[in-house]
């Protein structure tokens, strides 16, 4: 009777202690501050459950942290860390922030190129027509974002700069194993350069995401004189519009609607072929119909060569936080 006496009490207190014990939730993780930073950086995170914290990672890689309250964290960007979330582990599981955090393990500014992917793509800044304050910087994939903008040319001028992400030869530049320059009468050719470029942008200042395409006379990758720059505008913010005039409007090219505009600067022609239908994000585009456009209206011979491809944003004014999340070019050696 008191060994099953005894037995009842001890299951009857286990029962109270697992009904009334508090269990333990994940952490959330609502904002970070900066939103951008290089390894070695402090980021102070902000969000709650922040009490007994076990890891802080940044895209998978673990942090170094000091946990400040129940809602704040002063964590150290890790070195080897790339885009991605930032999360937080405790007992009660891990919460992730929604926004990634963008790692700044490449930093450009005014004419700096740096090759990315064993030199397959290079980086640039390009600030061609201003001295104004602007840095750019990627994790080092295929990827960057405006770190900071002091750019405020008038719009009725040209943009400040092209800070991009290319394939080929951009003024003499060249990076590896692009497989150009291509004759112009290859590139037409459907399937041939194909490209993807994903970005995400802001609400303020005024720009445009576009490529910027080259083609020379002659298969030289010295410079990007005397040929023709086709530029192709995803998107835009502000009173910005290409170099020229508007030459043809709601022209189907490739299975995509564009409104055509044509110029001449010191640098040779422009054709522009801006989306009728505005987006962020393109992908598996042919350059094959939009050279063989160009062709057709005597913009360039079918004898020229294409040399580059590029991709970014054409800031007038502002344009912090505008980003390339990805940029790929694919021809007969790959992407």
Same mark, same amino acid.
């Given at each position: 009777?008191?060994?099953?006496?005894?037995?009842?009490?001890?299951?009857?207190?286990?029962?109270?202690?697992?009904?009334?014990?508090?269990?333990?939730?994940?952490?959330?993780?609502?904002?970070?501050?900066?939103?951008?930073?290089?390894?070695?950086?402090?980021?102070?995170?902000?969000?709650?459950?922040?009490?007994?914290?076990?890891?802080?990672?940044?895209?998978?890689?673990?942090?170094?942290?000091?946990?400040?309250?129940?809602?704040?964290?002063?964590?150290?960007?890790?070195?080897?860390?790339?885009?991605?979330?930032?999360?937080?582990?405790?007992?009660?599981?891990?919460?992730?922030?929604?926004?990634?955090?963008?790692?700044?393990?490449?930093?450009?500014?005014?004419?700096?190129?740096?090759?990315?992917?064993?030199?397959?793509?290079?980086?640039?800044?390009?600030?061609?027509?201003?001295?104004?304050?602007?840095?750019?910087?990627?994790?080092?994939?295929?990827?960057?974002?405006?770190?900071?903008?002091?750019?405020?040319?008038? !719009?009725?001028?040209?943009?400040?700069?092209?800070?991009?992400?290319?394939?080929?030869?951009?003024?003499?530049?060249?990076?590896?194993?692009?497989?150009?320059?291509?004759?112009?009468?290859?590139?037409?050719?459907?399937?041939?350069?194909t490209t993807s470029y994903?970005?995400?942008?802001?609400?303020?200042g005024a720009w445009d995401?576009?490529?910027?395409?080259?083609?020379?006379?002659?298969?030289?990758?010295?410079?990007?004189?005397?040929?023709?720059?086709?530029?192709?505008?995803?998107?835009?913010?502000?009173?910005?519009?290409?170099?020229g005039s508007e030459v043809?409007?709601?022209? !189907?090219?490739?299975?995509?609607?564009?409104?055509?505009?044509?110029?001449?600067?010191?640098?040779?022609?422009?054709?522009?072929?801006?989306?009728?239908?505005?987006?962020?994000?393109?992908?598996?585009?042919?350059?094959?119909?939009?050279?063989?456009?160009?062709?057709?209206?005597?913009?360039?011979?079918?004898?020229?060569?294409?040399?580059?491809?590029?991709?970014?944003?054409?800031?007038?004014?502002?344009?912090?936080?505008?980003?390339?999340?990805?940029?790929?070019?694919?021809?007969?050696?790959?992407?």
């Amino acid at each position: 009777m008191r060994a099953s006496l005894v037995l009842s009490i001890l299951i009857g207190l286990s029962a109270v202690s697992c009904t009334s014990g508090t269990v333990a939730t994940a952490p959330m993780v609502s904002s970070f501050s900066p939103w951008h930073g290089m390894p070695g950086a402090f980021v102070k995170v902000t969000g709650s459950g922040f009490t007994g914290v076990t890891s802080v990672t940044f895209n998978g890689v673990r942090a170094s942290f000091t946990v400040k309250s129940n809602t704040e964290i002063n964590a150290k960007v890790p070195s080897h860390a790339t885009n991605g979330p930032v999360a937080v582990t405790t007992s009660g599981g891990t919460g992730k922030s929604s926004a990634a955090f963008p790692v700044d393990n490449v930093v450009e500014a005014g004419h700096d190129v740096s090759s990315l992917k064993s030199d397959t793509y290079h980086l640039q800044a390009d600030e061609w027509n201003s001295s104004a304050p602007l840095t750019i910087a990627s994790d080092g994939n295929l990827d960057f974002w405006i770190t900071n903008s002091g750019l405020s040319n008038s !719009t009725s001028g040209g943009p400040g700069a092209y800070p991009s992400l290319y394939k080929g030869c951009h003024w003499g530049d060249c990076t590896a194993n692009s497989g150009l320059p291509m004759a112009v009468s290859a590139v037409t050719n459907p399937g041939t350069v194909t490209t993807s470029y994903r970005t995400s942008t802001v609400a303020g200042g005024a720009w445009d995401a576009s490529y910027d395409i080259w083609f020379n006379p002659n298969a030289t990758t010295a410079d990007n004189l005397g040929g023709l720059e086709m530029i192709i505008w995803l998107t835009s913010q502000g009173s910005v519009q290409p170099l020229g005039s508007e030459v043809a409007r709601s022209v !189907t090219i490739g299975g995509r609607n564009y409104n055509v505009w044509y110029g001449v600067n010191g640098n040779g022609a422009t054709v522009s072929f801006v989306l009728g239908n505005p987006t962020t994000s393109v992908d598996n585009l042919d350059l094959g119909p939009l050279a063989a456009f160009a062709v057709d209206r005597g913009y360039m011979p079918s004898t020229w060569y294409l040399i580059d491809v590029e991709a970014g944003f054409e800031p007038w004014q502002g344009g912090e936080g505008l980003t390339v999340k990805s940029f790929v070019v694919c021809d007969a050696k790959g992407c």
